[in-house]
């Protein structure tokens, strides 16, 4: 030890003693893992066997031969074709549409209320920003199953009988076996119109892409907005006139105890289409207006400045930054809305869980097969949305240099 | 030029100030602004004269069965609630036994309130009444057979007792797990972060029903033959796993949040990880979220309305069950039920929203010096 002390050459320095294995991180946390491998590992075989063991002794089948078995029940409203001959594969397949179909207008319906509300709040208009709050913080402290029920067993099932139903405007009516609603019904020629559309919806993105491109080349604007909805809607409706008017609508008329024809609308649906759409709408009101409420002040005040009129500021200013804030939050919120219409089976609307979480699996007895097909599903929604709304966040986000 | 006497000052013109300067200024500004605020009235008005005359005005408020709500245009059907009261609070506890509910109620009063005001002082030994004391006594009371107290199986409870119990035992049991997924999400070893983001994605990813779901038909073929566990605790547990996915997710935000400074200067005062987490990182972190974690326990608050689903009676459960009792069949009944359920579950959850603001805006205060 002196020596070192005394010649002080420039050599290496010795590394210091290699501790104790037992004190060496690296070795700690390789035994850490691999107990926790070990554990899990234990834990799932025992799992396992008791499976194995409980499903033997109840003599129920395993795998997934049941997929191709005749089902034998009803579903009350499909959008593909099915009835009691059809297989679970296809009863799977059938709730599976039920489950996107409500969780898709749901978001839909739940969006266009949630962002009026959310401006609402910031309305300068002191009574509609009070009614803004007063909607928002009544329904998101109320749980879904209790909405549900009020919309379902309180309000639709209280309706009166078909006899006495309440007739809407445009040929609707409204009673306690759903919403009967006219059904249109294309005529030859009703193609063009549809085609003449879905030009007008080309046409308007193509002439959209150009005056972006000359609107960066020469600064001039192009009236877009009004030249797009002339395509989109004059258009077809020009056809639609040229061809005598190809489209009929088959209205709903009361024929012995019930509405025939038209199109019917089940209140199992209704009710939870509009509780889901009104409860995530309260969530999603905060989201917008803690989105817009987070531009900076100055963002509306340098707009103003330069001339812009309040709704340009708007659209050109505050809303593309607010949506910077608003699209992650956003995403779950139409998650949730998604893992929230398995709550259908509450009030019998024959969504995916009902149909195969609850009848499939009540059935077949299946439950380990079942209940991961369930997950599965659920996961491959969630990561579809998260990716698609991540692709969207990314196409608005700030570039920065 | 200086002058020496005060200039008058001028009042502001009256259509300012006052109250026609309030009007003016935030309800008729413009045109618009008039036209919405004369529908806003419009829907105020008929919102309210319809829930007066319904909860009052055209209300039932004597009788002892459905026949005497079912007249034309009847509102309220209150005496429904009157006869039911106690089984939406207790479900089918025995009646001479519900002191022991409520003085499970008393306790936890008792322990929350001085925890919750943050300028009572002996915060410590208050935490360990509530996670020591509470908890057992809460246990004894309720479930009994010990010291003297009968049995009660969880079978019998039900109302509100039970959305309690759901609720407060998912989110204390769900903290311990939360934390150390939290931790484990974060941690520098690559096989316990895959297992944490696994589990934390994997239930986040799925709704509770089909977890409930799989407390009723899977947990029972996870188990030895022989063993059962109650169907109350099955949708505990679940209900406990199922919040701390979304409670480790709310506290990686506190975790993420604290400086870098605090957890090199832990290293830097030779403190081991468990001491390093437990007396500098977690402490900070768990009062950055205190929110966060209010916000998760309305969730689970209002989530708890679900075991309904899985035949476990909690507040909605009973109020929906009675719905079908034929003597008080009325076309009223139901929605007084609701009305009445939905009262006590918002009272409950809108002043948890308001305690987490108040933490909130008593965290930035600190924050802002």
Redesign the interface.
Known sequence: MTATVQSPSPGPIAPPAKPNLLYRPEFRQAVYQILLVIALIIGFWAIAHNVAVNLARQNIASGFGFWTRTAGFDISQTLIEFDNQSTYGKAFWAGLMNTLLVAGLGIIFATILGFLVGIGRLSSNWLIAKLATAYVEILRNLPLLLQLFFWYFAVLKNLPGPRESISLPGGASLNVRGLYLPAPVPESGFGYVLAAFGIGILTSIAIAMWSKRRQLATGQRFPVLWTSLALIFLLPGAVYLVLGQPLGFEYPALRGFNFQGGMAVQPEFMALLVGLSTYTASFIAEIVRAGIAGVPRGQREAANAIGLSNGLTMRLVIIPQALRIIIPPLTSQYLNLAKNSSLAVAIGYPDFVSVFTGTVLNQTGQAVEVILLTMLVFLTISLLTSAFMNWFNKHIALVER | MTSTTATSTMRPPRSEVGLIGWLRK??F?SVT?TL??II??W??WKVITAAIGWAILSATFEGSDGAACSREHAGACWPFIQAKFSQFMYGRYPEPQRWRVDLTYVLAIAGLVPLMTPSVPGKLFNTLYMIVFFPIAAFFLLVGGYFGLPYVPTELWGGLLVTLVVASVGIAGAFPIGILLALGRRS?????RW?SVGFIE?V???????VL??AS??L??????GVTIDKLLRALIMVALFSAAYLAEVIRGGLQAIPRGQFEAADALGLSYPQKMGLIVLPQALKLVIPGIVNTF?GLF?????V??IGIFDL?GIV?LN?TDAKWFS?ST??TG?VF??FV??IF??SM?RYSLFIERRLARGDRR
């Open positions: 935030n309800l500004s602004n919405l605020t806003g009235l829907i105020i520098k070893m690559p096989i316990v297992v994997l986040r990813g799925v709704p509770l029903i089909t779901f799989m038909v899977m029972p073929l996870f188990l030895p033959e309305i209002k989530d708890t309305s679900l309904l689903i909605l929906q719905q076309p139901g929605m609701y359920a939905g579950f918002w959850c809108f929203s």
